[in-house]
């Protein structure tokens, strides 16, 4: 049986850079505004909502904090199926902060993002005068 590890075991990983950024947290870092530290600092003061012992993963419930009175929950999903590393596998900024996802839902939301999906930068038509 796998071993069932807490966000405690964890904690020192992330404090040492033994972590991996993945391409889904990367995509959302983008399209929501947040950024690695506050993904950092969210798991530093989060607290678990779920663990997947199938998976190896678990979601944390965290908050980015701005001055003065500001607080933002941020949903992490961590993956820790390496001994030597944490995989950070997606973070984003829930609609209903302390509701836990069943496997099959935290699936779909890596698989399939919604409106989400795609980052588009769009432009007047003028600025592309080769396109005429």
Known sequence: MRKLRRLEDLLPHLREGRYRLGPHVAKHMLQEGFTELDVLRALEWGRELAIYPEDQRMLVL??????????????VVLEYATPRHVDIVTA????????????????AILRFDGALEEVRWNRPKEAYPAWD
């Open 62 to 75: 965290g908050y980015m904090i701005f001055p003065p009175r500001l607080k933002l929950p941020l949903h």
């Open 92 to 107: 984003f900024i829930p609609k209903e902060p302390y509701r836990v996802y069943s496997r099959a839902r935290l699936a």
